[in-house]
């Protein structure tokens, strides 16, 4: 049963700025796909990971993969986007960017082009239909496609900017974290800058990233995915940390954030080195003895 505090939650208006369409998928949403397509002998387990439960993120590539055989038909994009737009507007979201990324389908006839133009047509329809939340669209570039996929997403993306009356807003750049290298994607997402459209990209969501974490962050994004190795603590360094703060960028936080400067920051630095500062005491004290 709802407590008074998840009434209160659920009642506040949010913002979510972070919803990847076949990984917003509800259990109940799951349910009808699978029952949709019982040759293909999926469980929900093999489709959601539990509260508290821990995967690695092969083991979360491994799920949108099922969930991709369960979503691979217009019919089917249609029913997840608009649950899954009305399930967050039921949450209170009232201003929600979904992304997602094209793809094609031979059995069932699926293009990239009817990909994007069947979650638009989700989207005009929950308007149609007044449910209370305004939603924008980011296409998707997965990395492990490599750079002639990232540029042909890119002009399919301007493409919708030009026509989408506004809904189509950016790209976004996700995909496995440890595939490829940002470089070779470079100039396609400094083509999407230049025609207008917004950047989210996925970035220091692995350790030792930070070449490419410098290099995406001068492009600059517009949102950062995840960020969770920016931080000197924890592999990164003070200049990527800078760049996140000085330009402002909302960041899909996974880890505790602080910019370099923060009196927090000196403290940990000061209690993580304190037997430094005790030991420099005991010096100070001795010449004093010394001298004196
Ligand atoms: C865990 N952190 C993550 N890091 C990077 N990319 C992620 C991700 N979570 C999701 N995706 C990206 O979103 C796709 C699923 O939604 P769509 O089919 O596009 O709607 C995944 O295949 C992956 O490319």
């Known amino acids: 049963m709802d407590t008074e505090a998840d009434l209160f939650y659920r009642q506040l208006p ?30 929900h387990s093999m489709t959601a990971i539990r509260r508290g439960q821990r995967r ?6 491994q799920v949108f993969k099922v969930i991709h055989q369960l979503v691979d038909s217009e019919e089917d994009i ?22 997602s990324t094209p793809r ?38 997965d990395r492990r496609h ?23 807003v950016g790209l976004d750049l996700s995909g496995d974290p440890t595939v490829g290298h940002g470089k070779d994607l470079l100039s396609a997402l400094e083509k999407s800058k230049n025609c207008g459209l917004k950047l989210a990209l996925h970035l220091s969501e692995v ?3 930070r070449d490419e974490s410098e290099l995406l962050l001068n492009l600059p994004p517009d949102r950062i995915g995840h960020g969770t190795f920016l931080h000197p603590e924890v592999g990164g360094s003070d200049s990527l940390v800078d760049k996140v703060c000085k330009q402002n960028i909302p960041i899909g936080k996974s880890f505790p954030f602080h910019p370099p400067n923060s009196k927090i920051t000196y403290l940990k630095y000061f209690f993580k080195h304190l037997n430094i500062f005790f ?12 001298l004196s």
């Open 104 to 141: 094609e389908v031979t059995e069932t006839g699926l293009t990239k082009q009817r990909y994007i133009e069947t979650v638009l047509e989700a989207i005009r329809q929950c308007k149609q239909e007044e449910v209370d939340i305004d939603v924008r669209f980011l296409v998707a570039v």
């Open 14 to 43: 949010k913002v979510e700025l972070h919803a990847h369409l076949n990984g917003s998928v509800s259990f109940e949403t799951m349910e009808t796909l699978i029952k949709r397509k019982p040759h293909l002998n999926i469980e």
């Open 78 to 99: 249609l029913m997840v986007a608009k649950a899954v737009i009305q399930e967050f507007a039921a949450d209170g979201v009232k201003y929600l960017e979904l992304r």
């Open 207 to 209: 350790p030792s990233r």
């Open 279 to 290: 030991y420099i005491l005991l010096t100070i004290l001795f010449l004093i003895s010394v």
């Open 146 to 168: 490599g750079p002639v996929v990232a540029m042909e997403t890119v002009k399919l993306a301007e493409d919708f900017l030009l026509s989408s009356d506004g809904v189509v």
């Open 56 to 61: 690695s993120l092969d083991e979360c590539f």
